[in-house]
């Protein structure tokens, strides 16, 4: 069975910065992709980082230059550090990998950007 397992997130100030963890098991991590998706209240789901088995990433614009998607493939775990934070960033984060013909997300941590 395919787990992942979030941690981090929670209430920010604008321009501070926080870093998601995500944990996975049942799986051979290092041969995977591992996203990010983000979904802010009344908004469909957004893809904003991921990272493939080589370490290649790719960003989404609204995020790219703030956020740095990274593995640690000793850990079995992704991690999203988010620096920068804006109040647009407020959502519920999701890690991701599609693996076995099935897309598995972590349960998701919600990020707050206020003053």
């Known amino acids: 069975q395919v787990r992942l397992v979030q941690s981090g997130g929670g209430m920010v100030q604008p321009g501070g910065s926080l870093r998601l963890s995500c944990m996975t098991s049942?799986?051979?991590?290092?041969?995977?992709?591992m996203k990010w998706y983000r979904q802010a209240p009344g908004k469909e789901r957004e893809l904003i980082a991921n990272?493939?088995?080589?370490?290649?990433?790719n960003y989404a614009d609204s995020v790219k230059g703030r956020f740095t998607i990274s593995r640690d493939n000793a850990r079995n775990t992704v991690y999203l550090q988010m620096n920068s934070l804006k109040s647009e960033d407020t959502a519920r984060y999701y890690c991701?990998?599609?693996?076995?013909?099935?897309?598995?997300y972590g349960q998701g941590t919600q990020v707050t950007v206020s003053s």
């Open positions: 991701n990998v599609r693996a076995r013909s099935n897309d598995w």
């Open positions: 049942g799986l051979t991590f290092k041969i995977f992709t």
């Open positions: 990272i493939t088995d080589t370490g290649s990433t």
